[in-house]
């Protein structure tokens, strides 16, 4: 399990600028350094986790523009899924964009030792359904889940694990980051 007190001092401390160098506008720098958004944190992550030597051991569930998957990449190999190709980022050797259903690839994804999960539409349902598939499948890492607090649906998803989680909302996303322990 990861320190959160040692997470929460590494946050308060971390220099993400080596990922910087592979955002292509402005507009998303600020997005990656605001501290409202949660990619320090996933950086942090990535930094205490450091390098599993696994194959594929951090998979980013929702590319979108591939800022996720950038903030996990430093000391790790990052797969990243999205339905469409909407990376924005020169994406570094250590990252591979996946098109499809990630469902697809439940063998490879319950072998991670973290997942990042965030898709849209964040009505709890598909949280319910990924969730329900790595307790099947006796998943044994961390997962963070995305915008726990952005709705009903979502307080009602994250109210109903009964695993060890952390509400991280105050050092992640401004709507809700909570990490389960599946260990």
Not at 125 to 148: A, H, N, P, Q, Y
Not at 167 to 174: A, R, V, Y
Request: net charge negative; hydrophobic share 40%; with cysteine.
């Amino acid at each position: 399990m990861i320190d959160l007190k040692k997470l929460e001092e590494l946050i308060r401390n971390i220099d993400v600028s080596d990922c910087l160098k592979n955002i292509f506008n402005e507009e998303d720098v600020k997005l990656f350094l605001n501290d409202r958004e949660h990619y320090k944190l996933l950086y942090s992550i990535a930094e205490l986790l450091g390098n599993t030597r696994r194959l594929n051991s951090i998979y980013d569930i929702g590319t979108y523009k591939g800022l996720s998957a950038l903030a996990l990449c430093k000391r790790n190999v990052v797969i990243s899924y999205d339905i469409n190709y909407t990376a924005e980022i020169v994406r570094p050797v250590n990252i591979e964009f996946r098109v499809g259903d990630f469902f697809n690839d439940v063998e490879n994804i319950t072998k991670a030792n973290f997942i990042m999960f965030d898709v849209d539409p964040h009505d709890g349902e598909i949280e319910r359904k990924f969730f329900d598939m790595l307790l099947f499948s006796k998943f044994r890492g961390l997962v963070m889940f995305d915008d726990i607090h952005l709705n009903e649906s979502m307080k009602y998803f994250w109210q109903s694990i009964e695993l060890p989680k952390y509400d991280l909302t105050h050092i992640g996303h401004w709507s809700g980051s909570g990490l389960i322990d599946f260990s």
